[in-house]
């Protein structure tokens, strides 16, 4: 069974460097063909997405957010970390991560959510 | 920018079939942007449907099905139920850019 779970601060201000874990189980990240991406979702909006991460350590970014935004993965740890640089209050959004794959090239199982707010 | 549109929303009797649709701002949706929808209610993460335009995730009713209809991708959801009510993302392939998010048709069953 796959499962994902995001962790990090639920408040941060701004101006302030954001920094997200993703930890995953029942799958690996040295598997061909699977990733781990990150989507965000402000309240009452649509989904977004952010950066995903491949097994071969390609990392693509979303276009609008690609100066503010970086990637990491961690495969020993099972884990992948999003960093956001300069939080803004428009960043403020549930955090999700999930399980990508590249065979039909969709995100596949999600984790529950973090909301992250930014305030001062 | 490419845009994904969806309908803003959308209203299904129970026992019902609706279609909701995924377009393009410039062009039209073919396989090769791998369409993939997605179910959300609210307070809820996402739950993957379809993938690949119209292979069902494990676990998905097969009321539910993935298709291209003229220059669109579509889902069909076929019985309606009480519980689909929810909102409805789709998501395209655009190659380096990984997904695109439509903006999401809210779906209400009455």
């Known amino acids: 069974q796959i499962t994902l779970k995001e962790s990090g601060p639920t408040l941060v201000k701004p101006t302030q460097t954001l920094t997200l874990t993703c930890t995953f189980s029942?799958?690996?990240?040295?598997?061909?063909?699977?990733?781990v991406g990150w989507i965000r979702q402000p309240p009452g909006k649509a989904l977004e997405w952010l950066a995903v991460?491949?097994?071969?350590?390609?990392?693509r970014y979303s276009p609008s957010l690609k100066d503010r935004v970086t990637i990491t993965k961690d495969t020993s740890k099972n884990q992948v970390v999003l960093i956001m640089t300069n939080m803004d209050p428009v960043d403020t959004a549930t955090y999700f991560c999930?399980?990508?794959?590249?065979?039909?090239?969709?995100?596949?199982?999600w984790g529950q959510g973090t909301l992250v707010t930014v305030s001062s | 920018q490419t845009v994904v549109t969806q309908e803003p929303s959308f209203s299904v009797s129970p026992g019902g079939t609706v279609t909701l649709t995924c377009a393009l701002s410039s062009g039209s949706v073919s396989p090769s942007y791998y369409p993939s929808w997605y179910q959300q209610t609210p307070g809820q993460a996402p739950r993957t449907l379809i993938y690949?335009?119209?292979i069902r995730s494990s676990g998905v009713p097969d009321r539910f099905s993935g298709s291209i209809l003229g220059n669109k991708a579509a889902l069909t959801i076929a019985g309606a139920q009480a519980d689909d009510e929810s909102d409805y993302y789709c998501a395209l392939y655009m190659g380096s850019v990984i997904s695109v998010f439509g903006g999401g048709t809210k779906l209400t069953v009455l």
């Open positions: 991460v491949y097994w071969d350590d390609d990392k």
């Open positions: 029942g799958f690996s990240l040295r598997t061909s063909g699977v990733g």
């Open positions: 999930a399980h990508r794959l590249n065979n039909g090239s969709y995100f596949a199982v």
């Open positions: 690949s335009t119209n």
